[in-house]
């Protein structure tokens, strides 16, 4: 007897562009003249619309009370994030840099918020005249920020960025619980509140991030129900009235078979719960939770095009003018443990006749430039449009294009 054939798992369906005589359409463009009108391969295109969308679909599932934030490391583009400014409550940078491009993007500086565990004197004191929200990460930003204050005579808002005694279950990346560069330890920040006190740094709250790219509702939920808890047991050593409490997020997009698309619903149920429970217990406070990859990452595509088509003992290769200098997590060395394919479809080929067995590789002289490895992919010639979805974060700025010399990498928004 046969065994029924176990079949693969396929990726989350990408409907998110439509297709339009078998061509992928991205801003209302068919992707030829996009990639003409661009000028070059490889470039990375984000779409207006779905971003608008996303920040909608988001505000339907979570409760109003509720505030959301931008996460710009994702992706700092800045006509994006002057896209986004408009849409969300406020910008979270993690650096100087990052910082210039929200405050040029006519963010508001007091819904700007800055973490990170290494942050210099200078960006502390660019921060401060800047009047935004600083989430200390260590006893020696307390002092430096004090010292800040000294000398230039601007008050300091910031919050306490806090190590949980906890950990996000399921998170592709966990930033939170246990032994951590980020924040300070939980059981430490009762001391750090009273040095704040003494400092004449203004407090504001709390800063709590378990984790990244979390796909399972129920670990999401009970991350923050976790993280509200700790923030209600800290708040009694406060110096002040908490009046700004993050959350985190952590929430996940589908990249590899198999995974499929977040459930907003039970998520957006239990924040309703804790913001109301907020309105009693700390009735000053905002409670805001920072996304990047799922206010983005859907919306970006990459697009490289075939340079040649090599057949490998049997072995179909499609040559392309990108690779992981562009697109290093497509490639898989951006933290994955074991290497995975993105979704990957050929962009003017989307209603192939003939589909075969291929990878698609660039043009880097190392076998790690894999972009799509033996995929079922149309028939594809030189000339053709890869496209890899579900690339609008951490891509163009997450990768390495100096490495071999190739040509930069362009981006836009449509
Ligand atoms: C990176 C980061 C985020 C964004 O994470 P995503 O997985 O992209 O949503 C949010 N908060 C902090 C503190 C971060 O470091």
């Known amino acids: 007897m046969n065994k029924p054939e176990r079949k693969a798992p396929a990726h989350a369906p990408m409907h998110q562009f439509p297709v339009r005589d078998g061509v992928l359409v991205v801003g209302g463009i068919p992707l030829p003249q996009l990639a003409a009108r661009v ?29 959301l934030h931008y996460a710009m ?4 583009m800045p006509a994006l994030v002057a896209h986004l400014a408009g849409l969300v409550d406020g910008i979270d940078v993690a650096s100087s840099g990052e910082l210039k491009v929200a405050l ?39 002092s430096e920020l004090a010292a ?39 059981e430490r920040v009762p001391e750090l509140l009273a040095e704040i006190g003494r400092s004449g740094i203004g407090f504001e709250g709390f800063h709590l991030f378990a984790g990244s790219q979390n796909l399972k509702p129920d670990a999401i939920v009970e991350a923050q129900d976790k993280s509200f808890e700790l923030a209600l047991r800290l708040a009694q050593s406060a110096p002040a009235p908490v009046r700004f409490l993050n959350l985190g997020g952590g929430f996940g997009i589908p990249y590899f078979p198999g995974e499929q698309h977040l459930d907003l619903a039970p ?12 309105a009693h217990a700390m009735p000053e406070a905002k409670l805001v939770i920072e996304l990047g990859r799922y206010l983005v990452g ?11 088509r090599k057949v490998s003992r049997e072995h179909v290769f499609l040559v392309s003018d990108g690779g992981l ?20 479809a050929i962009g003017n080929r989307m209603t192939p006749t003939r589909c075969e067995t291929a990878s698609v590789v660039g043009p880097l002289c190392t076998p790690l430039d894999l972009l799509a490895d033996h995929m079922e992919l149309a028939e594809a010639q030189p ?19 100096a490495f071999l010399g190739h040509p930069r990498c362009v981006e836009v928004l449509v």
């Open 325 to 344: 200098h562009h697109h290093l997590s497509a490639s898989g060395n951006f933290g994955q443990v074991i290497r995975k394919n993105y979704p990957v």
């Open 267 to 278: 998520i957006g149920a239990r924040l309703a719960t804790l913001v109301e429970r907020a």
């Open 148 to 186: 800040i204050i000294g000398q230039t005579g601007y008050p300091a808002r910031v919050a306490v960025r806090v190590n949980p005694d906890f950990e996000l279950k399921s998170s592709g990346m966990k930033m939170g619980g246990g032994a951590r560069q980020f924040g300070v330890d939980a």
């Open 104 to 142: 040029d993007a006519g963010a508001d500086p007091r819904e700007i918020s800055f973490a990170g565990p290494g942050k210099r004197r200078e960006e502390l004191q660019q921060a401060v005249a800047a009047g935004i929200l600083i989430n200390i990460e260590s006893f020696r930003e307390v």
């Open 298 to 308: 859907e919306a970006g595509i990459y697009v490289t095009s075939i340079i040649d």
């Open 383 to 401: 000339g053709d449009l890869v496209v890899i979805f579900q690339s609008g974060a951490y891509g163009f700025t997450a990768s390495p294009q």
């Open 73 to 76: 490391k994702a992706n700092p």
């Open 39 to 67: 000028g070059q391969t490889p470039f990375y295109a984000y779409d207006r619309q779905l971003l608008s969308q996303r920040v909608a679909e988001l505000r339907t599932a979570l409760p109003p009370g509720l505030k």
